[in-house]
């Protein structure tokens, strides 16, 4: 009979799938926990627990599962997790559906083979393949990528997918809660980079346009027999003196201004998702995704939720050095570069040239 | 180390200095041989675009020569290194002045004195001292050098060049914007740093007087350097 599976054992947790003869369905919730459902066969009645895995002889009733799983287990809220019917399986079948992929008898060899070696976890009456669920959600392309296969009454039979059709997940919820602030934390990236790249781009301009500037300065500097380095030295403490004193008036001024403008983005996006919403209560929800086999999205029980409106932003000092470094970075480049060209050039050139 | 008096301070063997125009190729000094002795004066001549300016500046090492040595006391400047000479060695006065016009008459020189490695204690008095001496009005001395006349700024940029205090001066035209009184001035100045303390003194001019004051005139034409 089935190997007893520890169902506190994190790895197990993990993973999904490996279930017994009552059969399985597994999803995760809006936030990413993952979430086990499983099938008790005597009545039909889908129960969700959290990472529910089990042998064929070790399927717990829900309330063993509780217990075995301590705080893990997760109620799930209506409306967030559900899994095509399908996927619950009788024990007479030869042909069963999960996820929306149909295996044949045919094929029960090779799942059994594939489950095996792609680490699932098999025991005597089950065999199941897992998936980072969590890691999944994060790439945004979460698949019903788990399968087990049962022994029953000498019987073989597969009673779940190999990870083609995707899971029925409502996360409209976890939308609304974090779209918002998703999108300005997408926007505040952009906005960095292109601070960052504008900003290399005319200080080095103006780093070049105040070396042609001094052309003649350094011309004569040089004339005199002052060393190359040194005068690109002092440039160069020019500059940092600068992006110094930059750094700092940036780092007293930017808790102020990145909580004003984050509050006044987010205000916005919150505005805007929540129109969006509004608009979506008319018609079908986009973000209910079905499984191939026309798993059915249900969205009426799901209850409203507010989105994150409010930021708390935090400067500390790694983020100050970060900034700090980057823009002394810059401003050793936007130098060194224009800097070095001009005294490649002999004092003669210079003083030619400048005029 | 030892000098005799007359041992070359300057010598330029077989000089030779040419510019790339496209696919031209221009030559102003031709195969220039002469060595300059400590304790005078000499003046180079000659109509304009001889090749006067450029041959100061290979001989100031403000610039490399195509072809040939320039030598500081029997050593190459180029192993001496151009920077190094220019910074114990020689000093110019440009016709351009080349003055650092954000700055005083006395902190031009006073600079001048850092980066020369000058050792005097008061930087400042010297400096006061030689802009007397070349005839700046003393309301002058700490004015920024931009709001002074042409000729008081040929006389800063002078001062700056003594102020230098190195074995070779070389001037182009130096008495160009200076009136005949004021000029006279100046090359007393020369003369007597070349004859009372033995600096080696090349001036570029077109002026008569300045000729007629040195001891070697030296004529340069198509590139070749002769002695008058």
């Known amino acids: 009979m089935a190997a007893a599976q520890d169902m506190s054992s994190p790895r197990v947790r993990r993973q999904l799938g ?79 559906r999960a996820a929306g992929l149909v295996v044949g008898q045919g094929v029960v060899e090779q799942v059994e083979q594939e489950l095996t070696e792609q680490g699932g976890i098999a025991g005597d009456g089950a065999v199941g393949l897992g998936v980072d669920v969590e890691a999944q959600v994060r790439r945004g392309r979460l698949r019903g990528a788990f399968g087990s296969r049962v022994r029953g009454e000498g019987r073989e039979v597969v009673v ?71 005068l690109l030295g002092q440039h160069l403490v020019e500059v940092v003196a600068c992006a110094v004193i930059a750094v700092g008036l940036a780092s007293a001024g930017s808790q102020f201004l990145s909580q004003t403008i984050g509050d006044r983005l987010l205000a916005g996006e919150v505005s805007s998702a929540e129109d969006t919403a509004a608009n979506a209560d008319n018609g079908p929800d986009p973000s209910a995704v079905t499984g191939a086999g026309g798993a059915t999205p249900l969205t009426e029980d799901a209850p409203e939720v507010e989105p994150i409106d409010s930021l708390d932003v935090r ?28 005294l490649r050039l002999d004092p003669r050139d210079i003083l030619t040239k400048g005029d | 180390m030892t000098f005799l008096p007359h041992a070359p301070v300057l010598e330029l063997t077989e000089v030779t200095r040419s510019y790339q125009s496209g696919n031209r190729k221009r030559t102003v000094l031709r195969g220039i041989s002469y060595a300059f002795e400590p304790g005078r004066m000499y003046a180079v001549i000659g109509p304009s675009g001889s090749g006067k300016t450029t041959l100061l500046s290979l001989a100031s090492g403000l610039d490399s020569p195509s072809a ?18 220019r910074n114990r060695h ?3 006065v440009f016709q351009s002045l080349n003055l650092l016009t954000y700055m ?15 050792q005097r204690g008061n930087k400042n008095q010297r400096a006061v001292e ?70 080696c003194v090349v001036v570029v001019t077109h002026s008569r007087e300045v000729a007629a004051a040195s001891d070697e005139v030296l004529q340069l034409k198509r590139g070749k350097l002769s002695a008058r």
């Open chain 1, 160 to 230: 779940a997918g190999r990870g083609i059709g995707p899971m029925t997940v409502n996360d409209k919820q976890y939308k609304q809660l974090v779209g918002p602030i998703t999108r300005t934390a997408d926007f505040a990236t952009v906005t960095v980079w292109i601070v960052a790249l504008a900003g290399t781009v005319i200080l080095a301009l103006i780093v070049a346009s105040s070396l042609r500037e001094r052309r003649k300065e350094l011309g004569i500097l040089l004339s005199l027999g002052e060393k190359k380095p040194k």
């Open chain 1, 315 to 342: 400067l500390g000092t790694a983020d100050i050095a970060k900034v700090g470094a980057t823009g002394l970075g810059i401003a050793a480049l936007a130098t060194l570069i224009p800097g070095a060209r001009v």
């Open chain 2, 130 to 199: 030689l802009l007397d001496l070349l005839g700046v009005d003393a309301g002058d001395h700490n004015r920024r050098t931009l709001k002074l006349s042409g000729g008081q700024q040929q006389r800063v940029a002078i001062a700056r060049a003594l102020a230098c205090e190195v074995d070779i001066l070389f001037a182009d035209e130096p008495t160009g914007s200076l009136d005949h009184e004021t000029a006279g001035g100046i090359i007393s100045v020369f003369r007597k740093l070349a004859h009372d303390e033995g600096k």
């Open chain 2, 68 to 85: 040939g040595t320039v030598r500081f006391r029997g050593k190459d400047v180029a192993e001496l290194g151009l920077g190094r000479y």
């Open chain 1, 18 to 96: 490996a279930y017994g003869q009552a059969a399985v369905g597994v999803g995760v919730r809006g936030d990413g926990a993952m979430v086990g459902v499983h099938d008790r066969a005597d009545d039909g009645e889908a129960q969700a627990v959290a990472g529910a895995v089990a042998g064929d002889a070790g399927l717990l009733p829900v309330e063993g599962l509780e217990q075995a799983l301590g705080d893990d287990v997760i109620d799930m809220p209506p409306g967030v997790l559900h899994l095509d019917d399908d996927l619950f399986l009788a024990q007479d079948r030869e042909v069963y």
């Open chain 2, 90 to 92: 020689a000093a110019t």
């Open chain 2, 104 to 118: 005083t008459a006395v902190q031009n020189i006073t600079s001048a004195m850092e980066i020369t490695g000058v």
